[in-house]
C-alpha cells in the first residue's frame, strides 16, 4: 500500500481573515474542510496539519487531524513560503518517527470547496506516470493573458503585448477561439513526490494537470470572497466533500416557513426588571418582508417554548402565527400535528433553529437553517447558516431568499 501523506498548513496569524481557519464556515471551521478531504480519500493514510497555534491544532485534531508537533514562529510568517513549511514537517517526521511518506498532498484551508473525488484523482495521475513530479489542480482561466499588456515607463510609452502565440501575428486582435487555452491552478490540491521536496521545490519539473470544474474556484482572501463561497455551498449544487453529511439545497417550493423566537426573531437576550417584567429585541425588518412572503404563497408560523406573552405580542407585530409555551422536547411533535393538519409536505418546510431543541425539527423539516450564532451542534445540523445573527437580520436573509427562489 502506498503511504499518502495529507499536510494542511494552517498557521494563526492571518491578516486578511483574523482567524480564519478556524473560523465558522457553513457550519464547521474552515480547516475541517480540508481534513475531510484528507479523511475521506481512498488514498490518504495519514492527515496533518501543520501550524504554530495551539488553539488551530486543538480544533484540528477535534476534526481528526494529527497535530505531531508545532511550527517554528520563523516558518509561519506572511512571506513564509510553502517549501520551508513542508521540509520542517518532513524532516521531523523523519527524525522523530522515522516516518517516510512516498507520496505528500498539499490541502489548502483556503479553498475548502473540492470535488468528492478530487484528492483520490491527484493521487492516481501521478502514480499513473512514472516521470511525473507532482500533479495540481488546474481551472480554465477566466481572462485570457494573450489578450494582456505590459505597461513601461508609467504609460508613457507604447504598450506591449504580454504573451506572443506562434503562427499568430497579433493574438490581442484575435477570437479567443483560436488562441491556446490555458489554464489557472488553484489551491485545491497538489500531490508531490518527496524526491521534488529533497531538490527543494514543491512541484518539481513535471507538473501534470488535475482539470477541475471552475464551480469549485474558491480563494478565500477577505470576508466578500467568504460570503460568496457560503452561497456557492449553499445553493451552487455542487458535489463536494464536507466534513458533516451533504447539505440539502433550498426547496424549490417553500409552502411554510417555520421560526423559532428566542434566539432567532430576538437576540437571545432578555431585559428583567424588578417586577419581572421581561423585554427582548428584536429586527424591525423581518416585519416588513412577511408580507411579501405570505403573497408570494408561503405561511409563517413562530414554533417557540418560551411562555412570556412577548411571543405573541411580537408575532401581532410580524402578522404571523405564534404557537409558544410548548414544552421543549415537543417542538417537532408539534410541528409534525401542525403539517398533517395544514396537509404540508414537510420536503417543502424551512425550520430556522439556533439551539438543541430544535434539531429535531431539523430532521423533519425539508430545509434546515442555523443562525450565524447557533449552538455548535446546530450549525453542523443545517442545511445553510446564515450571515446574519438572531435577531439582526437573520430572519430578513432568509426571507430575501425565499422570495428570490420564488421568481
Same mark, same amino acid.
Given at each position: 500500500m502506498t503511504e499518502?501523506? /495529507?499536510?494542511? #498548513? $494552517?498557521r494563526g496569524g492571518s491578516k486578511g481573515i483574523p482567524r480564519k481557519n478556524i *473560523?465558522?464556515?457553513s457550519g464547521y471551521p474552515l480547516i475541517a474542510w480540508s481534513i475531510a478531504a484528507g479523511l475521506k480519500s481512498e488514498f490518504v493514510t495519514r492527515v496533518i496539519v501543520s501550524t504554530?497555534?495551539? &488553539? !488551530?491544532?486543538?480544533? @484540528? *485534531? &477535534? +476534526? =481528526? /487531524? &494529527?497535530t505531531p508537533f508545532l511550527r517554528p514562529a520563523e516558518f509561519a510568517q506572511d512571506n513564509t513560503t510553502d517549501l520551508p513549511v513542508f521540509e520542517h514537517a518532513f524532516k521531523w517526521l523523519d527524525e522523530n518517527e522515522g516516518y517516510r511518506p512516498e507520496v505528500v498532498v498539499q490541502l489548502r484551508p483556503t479553498s475548502p470547496i473540492r470535488p468528492q473525488t478530487c484528492v483520490d484523482d491527484a493521487v492516481r495521475i501521478l502514480l499513473q506516470h512514472a516521470d511525473a513530479d507532482s500533479v495540481r489542480g488546474v481551472v480554465p482561466a477566466g481572462q485570457n493573458p494573450h489578450k494582456m499588456w505590459r505597461l513601461d515607463a508609467g504609460g508613457e510609452s507604447p504598450m506591449r503585448n504580454l504573451l506572443a502565440v506562434d503562427g499568430i501575428e497579433e493574438p490581442y486582435n484575435a477570437p479567443r477561439q483560436i488562441? #491556446? #487555452? !490555458?489554464? +489557472?491552478?488553484? =489551491?485545491?490540491i497538489d500531490a508531490i513526490r518527496p524526491s521534488a521536496l $529533497?531538490?527543494? %521545490?514543491? %512541484? =518539481?519539473?513535471?507538473i501534470y494537470p488535475l482539470l477541475i470544474d471552475p464551480k469549485f474556484t474558491v480563494d478565500l482572501d477577505n470576508l466578500n470572497d467568504w460570503m460568496r463561497a457560503e452561497w456557492l455551498v449553499a445553493f451552487g449544487g455542487l458535489e463536494m466533500v464536507t466534513p458533516g453529511r451533504a447539505r440539502r439545497a433550498m426547496p424549490q417550493r417553500v409552502d411554510l416557513l417555520v421560526l423559532d423566537f428566542d434566539g432567532v426573531v430576538t437576540d437571545n437576550r432578555v431585559w428583567v426588571s424588578e417586577d419581572g417584567h421581561e423585554m427582548v429585541a428584536a429586527y424591525r425588518s423581518d416585519s416588513l418582508i412577511m408580507r411579501k412572503l405570505q403573497q408570494a404563497g408561503t405561511e409563517v408560523v413562530i414554533l417557540s417554548s418560551e411562555v412570556n406573552p412577548v411571543v405573541a405580542a411580537r408575532a401581532r407585530k410580524m402578522k404571523v402565527e405564534a404557537i409558544h409555551g410548548i414544552d421543549q422536547d415537543d417542538k417537532s411533535v408539534v410541528l409534525k400535528n401542525l403539517l398533517e393538519m395544514r396537509k404540508i409536505d414537510p420536503a417543502n418546510v424551512v425550520y430556522m433553529g439556533n439551539d438543541l431543541n430544535d434539531?429535531? %425539527?431539523? /430532521?423533519? @423539516?425539508? +430545509?434546515?437553517?442555523a443562525v450565524a450564532d447557533a449552538q455548535p451542534e446546530v450549525l453542523r445540523a443545517a442545511d445553510f447558516v446564515t450571515s446574519k445573527?438572531?435577531?439582526?437580520? /437573520?430572519?430578513?436573509?432568509?426571507?430575501?431568499?425565499i422570495l428570490l427562489g420564488k421568481r
Open positions: 499518502v501523506l /495529507a499536510i494542511i #498548513p $494552517a *473560523r465558522n464556515f504554530d497555534d495551539e &488553539e !488551530i491544532a486543538a480544533v @484540528a *485534531r &477535534e +476534526w =481528526g /487531524a &494529527e488562441l #491556446p #487555452p !490555458i489554464f +489557472w491552478q488553484t =489551491g485545491h $529533497a531538490n527543494g %521545490s514543491m %512541484s =518539481g519539473k513535471n434539531l429535531t %425539527s431539523f /430532521a423533519l @423539516a425539508g +430545509w434546515a437553517v445573527t438572531g435577531g439582526h437580520g /437573520a430572519v430578513r436573509e432568509i426571507c430575501d431568499l
